[in-house]
Nanobody, 132 residues
Framework: QFVESGGGLVQPGGSLRLSCAAA????????IGWFRQAPGKDHEGVSC?????????YADSVKGRFTISRDNSNKTTVYLQMNSLQLEDTAVYYC??????????????????????????WGKGTLVTVSS
C-alpha cells in the first residue's frame, strides 16, 4: 500500500530525500510517518505528520536535521528530507500509517509515532547507508 524510494549510500554530512507514495488512496485523517530499523535494533519512530491537524513529531535524534512534509497537491505522497546525515542514521526506513479521527486529540501524533506497533499499514522499506 506504500512504496518508498530515495534510499541509498551517502557520506556523513550528506543529504537524502525519501518519498512515500500511497497506492490507491489519499492520506487524509492519518498519522503517517517514517520508522527505521538498524541492524540488531528495534523499530524507531523517526518522524510523523498528522494529516488531520498538520502537527508533526520528530525523534530527538533527528530534530533539526530531518523534515517531514506532505504533497498537498496530490495528497498521496509524504517526504522525509534528511540533512547532515550521520553514521547512526544507517537503517532500513519504512513508511507507515494509521487512520485517525478528523478531530484528533492533542498529542496523538507523538503517541502514535513513538510506538511503531500502532501503525496499521506499512511499506517494504528503503535502505539508507551512511558511510565514508
Amino acid at each position: 500500500q506504500f512504496v518508498e524510494s530515495g534510499g541509498g549510500l551517502v557520506q556523513p554530512g550528506g543529504s537524502l530525500r525519501l518519498s512515500c507514495a500511497a497506492a490507491g488512496f489519499t492520506l487524509d485523517y492519518s498519522v503517517i510517518g517514517w520508522f527505521r530499523q538498524a541492524p540488531g535494533k528495534d523499530h524507531e519512530g523517526v518522524s510523523c505528520i498528522n494529516t488531520s491537524d498538520g502537527s508533526t513529531f520528530y525523534a530527538d535524534s533527528v530534530k533539526g536535521r530531518f523534515t517531514i512534509s506532505r504533497d498537498n497537491s496530490n495528497k498521496t505522497t509524504v517526504y522525509l528530507q534528511m540533512n547532515s546525515l550521520q553514521l547512526e542514521d544507517t537503517a532500513v526506513y519504512y513508511c507507515a500509517a494509521i487512520p485517525i479521527s478528523p478531530f484528533p486529540a492533542a498529542g496523538v501524533t507523538e503517541t502514535k509515532c513513538r510506538a511503531y506497533y500502532h501503525m496499521a499499514y506499512w511499506g517494504k522499506g528503503t535502505l539508507v547507508t551512511v558511510s565514508s
